[in-house]
């Protein structure tokens, strides 16, 4: 029996036990349905099912849910059905065999059999089975029990959903179901009629002018009808059909003034009249609420509208100060003053015990920031930053960034306030944050001794804050000698005395700590050698500690190590020229390059789960290693120009990918910021290239570069033999970029022939060639695509695998958008390095991502037609 | 649209899932182990919603049950919030009062009313006393199909006494 079954799960104690109980329970049900035991059928199920609410696999009882549902009997179909539902998925090809029963059930006598088998259409059929039994759902809305015509309404919008192109097939029989008394109808034909809408304009146009006359009149209705005790919740008349009448208005009024006027009057009613004193209630008036705000309208609405959610605002409820933060989000679009009006309370929820209001309170505070509150809002945010829980603290940190970056009008206020961040929630900040700090005090001359040494004095309270450690290390290098002579004090400034021994002491425990990270340690390393030709008279006890890094366990500290000590002892004639103060930083660039990394930035903090229809965010799945060869493994995707940024920031962790962005540099003057910043970075022999061109622009010297770059050169050469062939050339550019005229590197290699990689109806893949010069085993690829529908594809994503012999590097891509109809076109330029030239032709498997319609799509292609000898 | 239902017991045991878009078993293990986490731990007096990957989840307590349902952002949580509750009232009436072990014992019978409550993510009926008749005249259905089955076997087995 299946309640002793479930009594013995019951009484298991432990978790093994539970299991031992399951196995052996599961074993009998396999035994019994090897014997196809009629009679034990439907408890074998019953059984299945339970054990599969409890997350044990329980797939081999798929077959008899087919079996069952394909018996006579009602009660066998009944339990079918209900296992069907619960075991399969639309995902499982075994769906397909349940096709004909359920076609036949659906044109059963009895009409309880046709209702399991709308039932189990509607919970989990699959677009092809959508295509198949649409006819007999779109027959059944006419049926004439009321209770199968409301389930083939919602099964129809299942249908709808897999199968966009048949909603046409549905308009006439949903607007006639808008015509019915019966409530259960009204509602999923409402619901019907919105979900098609949504997906075709015909109906929405057609819905528009033909019914909105009538469900303005159906909810006029329900809202003056008199007590009834069957549909009746705390005093009004079935508040889910009110609840989707207003739904289905919105969507008709939004961006129709004519149909918006028409209901303008009911919506006053409902507005005005509904009770807030129950749940009920106040659902039917927010769902009121974001009706008035969606449709046309002059503004009258609006003003009631706001008035509501301020009510709902000031509700002890919890639930109802949620919905109106949810609502008041939507309205700051629409009177951003009337919003403002609220903000004290706002504030006070961001501060509330429940963290959805939080966070909802957060996210809407965000948008009510200008520049007449920012100082006060940061202010709080920041004070409460200090108290607030752990779990919040990124989400807080992250929009504190992003305002004081976004009314920064004065550098010291900035300045002060990402300190404040810094010092207070560090290990939250994001790279981007904190270089753009950067970035900023490079620039702000006059502030430099003011800001070295406030962040001298907040290192020494709050060493645990990484990203603080970073940026105090960072200055530490470039303006330790304004720390140590009060240089440029400020008026508002405490006097504080630093010795030189003080300033290295600082960096020696950053370098020490044990929870600093590598990044972290490599910054340390450089703000010492800087700090051996600041402070000459610690040049001994500097070189000390760079010593002790030499037998590092990790490759690129031991190697920097072993070449600053390389520098300090045989090269003092141009240590100083070396590590004189970085240029100042350019903001612009830097900010471009920002804006090219944002996008991702977002899509993959709040975006990318949300891609998937159903939450569960899949992990990007490399089918071959390669396909992420260029990255560490927390960058998204080779595409994202937020991979690229942090590559060039810091190379530390990279294999040695053939100069990612040395060898197409200008050799003018650097203007490369995040090289620059940290040149640590990079493989090698190009640093050493790029920190030579450096040299070079600032020196403004003709003679001295090359002194200096062979000096370098021959410093790194321990790195440089080590290295490929390939990654020797863009030295070689570098050397040449010297010469008479700058770069002429592309246009020299052989012609080849551009070739259409990829063709589908939807989508053509071009291929240019090219190769790079010096280097035959390399070809530079420019990937172009064109769309060939008329639809837009969003979130474009290009992936692209090689076998090991082939080396691949792909750059971010133009954009990720891809207008319709061959309307312009995203370009993604690709590096591929043949190990085995000559020998083997590039082969490669890419595979394009992207959305339209809401709908994801995925293509793969093997790509086996490159021209010979690339 | 309604994503998922999840009963789940105030010790974290499941008692009842139905999933309305695709969830492997995988999947579905995760969300309901990540779920229970967030919503077990929550206070008495906090919210009835709590976001969830990009998705609002609304929960409501009754008695040792919290029972959970995930929309879509742009849906109305009051709503869901009232469609728990009218879950819990057609449940009572059918059990009458009902407690965690009717549910546990009569799990077939607690997804059979759902079926009636809900269908493709969406209400299919506001009506407490329709769901109560449909899910009679169904029940009776199976109570004639089994008694005539135990008759046929009477008159076999006294055939063939």
Aim: a neutral charge.
């Amino acid at each position: 029996m299946i309640g002793d079954m479930i009594r013995a799960i019951r009484a298991c104690k432990t978790a093994a036990e539970e299991r031992a109980v399951v196995r052996k329970e599961c074993a009998a049900i396999r035994a019994s349905i090897n014997e196809d035991d009629q009679d034990y059928r439907h408890r074998n199920l019953a059984k299945l099912m339970f054990i599969q609410m409890l997350g044990y696999p329980t797939h081999f009882g798929q077959m008899e849910c087919l079996k069952l549902i394909a018996s006579a009997g009602f009660p066998e179909k009944r339990i079918g059905y209900l296992g069907l539902m619960l075991l399969l998925d639309e995902r499982q090809e075994v769906l397909m065999l349940v096709t004909n029963s359920l076609k036949q059930d659906l044109n059963h006598s009895n009409q309880y059999i046709v209702g399991l088998a709308l039932c189990a259409l509607g919970n989990i059929c699959s677009a092809e089975m959508a295509r198949d039994l649409a006819p007999e759902v779109e027959r059944l809305l006419q049926f004439r029990d009321p209770n199968i015509r409301k389930k083939a309404a919602l099964c129809s919008i299942r249908i709808i959903k897999k199968v966009p192109a048949l909603a046409e097939n549905f308009i006439n029989c949903a607007a006639s179901l808008l015509k019915e008394k019966h409530h259960g109808v009204l509602i999923t034909g409402v619901q019907l009629c919105a979900d098609l809408c949504k997906v075709s304009s015909e109906a929405l146009e057609y819905f528009r002018k033909k019914c909105t006359e009538g469900l303005v009149r159906t909810l006029r209705d329900i809202v003056n009808s008199p007590y009834s005790p069957e549909y009746d919740i705390s005093g009004i008349t079935d508040p889910y059909l009110h609840i989707r009448l207003l739904k289905l208005l919105r969507i008709l009024g939004q961006g129709d003034a004519d149909a918006s006027d028409r209901m303008t009057d009911i919506l006053a009613q409902v507005a005005t009249k509904t009770e807030s004193n129950k749940n009920a209630g106040n659902a039917i008036l927010y769902e009121c609420v974001e009706t008035i705000m969606s449709i046309e309208d002059d503004g009258g609405l609006r003003v009631l509208a706001i008035n509501i959610l301020g009510k709902f605002l000031s509700n002890r409820d919890n639930n109802i100060r949620y919905v109106a933060l949810n609502m008041l989000m939507r309205a700051t679009t629409l009177d951003a003053q009337a919003v403002q009006r609220h903000r004290a309370t706002i504030l006070d929820c961001v501060k509330d015990s429940d963290a959805s209001i939080r966070k909802r309170a957060l996210d809407l505070l965000y948008l009510l920031v200008n520049d007449n509150n920012v100082k006060h809002l940061i202010k709080e945010l920041i004070e409460y930053l200090e108290v607030s829980d752990q779990e919040f603290k990124g989400d807080l940190t992250a929009k504190i960034c992003s305002l004081v970056e976004k009314f920064s009008s004065e550098k010291i206020w900035y300045i002060d306030q990402m300190l404040k961040v810094l010092s207070e929630a560090g290990n939250f900040v994001k790279d981007e944050v904190w270089h753009a700090l950067i970035v900023v005090i490079s620039n702000a001359s006059d502030l430099h001794g003011y800001t070295i040494r406030a962040l001298y004095r907040a290192f020494l309270t709050s060493t645990e804050q990484e990203t603080l450690v970073r940026v105090a290390v960072w200055c530490i290098g470039e303006y330790g000698d304004m720390l140590v002579n009060n240089v440029g004090m400020l008026d508002i400034e405490d006097p504080i005395t630093v010795t030189e021994c003080d300033a290295v002491d600082a960096v020696e425990v950053a370098i020490k700590r044990h929870t600093s990270d590598l990044t972290t340690k490599a910054m340390a390393l450089i703000a010492l050698l800087k700090l051996s030709s600041r402070f000459p008279s610690y040049s001994e006890r500097i070189k000390g500690i760079i010593v002790q890094n030499k037998g590092n366990v990790v490759l690129e500290l031991q190697q920097r190590s072993i070449e600053f000590n390389h520098i300090l002892q045989k090269h003092p004639k141009f240590r100083s020229a070396l590590v004189e103060r970085m240029p100042v930083l350019d903001e612009a660039t830097f900010s471009g390059r920002r804006a090219g990394s944002l996008p991702t930035a977002i899509s993959t903090s709040s975006g990318a789960p949300s891609n998937h229809p159903n939450g569960i965010a899949k992990p990007a799945t490399a089918p071959i290693p390669d396909f992420l060869d260029l990255s560490s493994d927390d960058v998204p995707a080779p595409s994202s120009s937020g991979g690229d940024f942090l590559q060039d920031l810091l190379g530390v962790d990279l294999s040695p990918t053939p100069a990612p962005s040395g060898a197409d540099m200008p050799p003018k003057a650097s203007t490369d910021v995040l090289l620059d910043l940290l040149s640590i970075g990079m493989p090698l022999p190009v640093q050493t290239g790029l920190s030579a061109s450096d040299i070079l622009s600032s020196s403004q010297d003709d003679k001295a570069p090359f002194v200096n770059f062979n000096g370098l050169a021959s410093l790194s050469s321990l790195s440089a033999n080590a290295t490929s062939p390939a990654n020797a050339a863009p030295m070689m550019d570098l050397l040449d970029g010297r010469g008479p005229g700058p770069q002429k590197s592309e246009e020299n290699g052989q012609a080849y022939p551009s070739l259409v990689a990829y063709e589908s109806s939807s989508l053509r893949v071009m291929f240019n060639f090219s190769k790079q010069r010096g280097s035959p085993q390399t070809t530079l690829i420019q990937a172009t695509f064109t769309n060939l529908s008329s639809n837009v594809y969003n979130d474009f994503l290009f992936q692209a695998a090689v076998p090991k012999f082939l080396q691949l590097h792909l750059d971010p891509a133009s954009s990720n958008t891809l207008p319709a109809s061959g309307d312009g076109s995203i370009t993604q330029n690709l590096k591929v390095t043949n190990s085995q030239h000559g020998k083997k032709s590039l082969v490669m498997r890419v595979r394009i991502a992207y959305k339209t319609n809401n709908k994801d799509v995925l293509e793969e292609r093997q790509i086996n037609n490159f021209p010979q000898n690339l | 649209m309604i994503h998922f239902v999840l009963l789940i017991s105030r010790q974290g045991k499941v008692r009842l899932t139905k999933w309305y878009s695709p969830y492997s078993q995988k999947e579905r293990t995760k969300v309901i182990r990540e779920l229970g986490g967030v919503i077990l731990n929550r206070g008495p007096k906090l919210c009835n919603f709590v976001d969830w990957r990009g998705f609002k989840v609304v929960y409501k307590r009754y008695a040792s049950l919290y029972f959970c349902m995930c929309i879509d952002q742009d849906d109305n949580e009051l709503e869901v919030l009232e469609i728990i509750h009218h879950f819990v009232e057609i449940l009572d009436r059918y059990f009458g009062s009902v407690c965690e072990l009717d549910l546990i014992f009569n799990f077939h019978k607690a997804y059979y009313i759902l079926d009636e409550l809900l269908l493709a993510g969406e209400l299919q009926e506001s009506s407490k006393k329709t769901v109560a008749r449909l899910i009679a005249a169904q029940d009776s259905l199976v109570e004639t199909a089994k008694e005539q089955a135990s008759s046929i076997s009477n008159i076999i087995a006294q055939a063939t006494k």
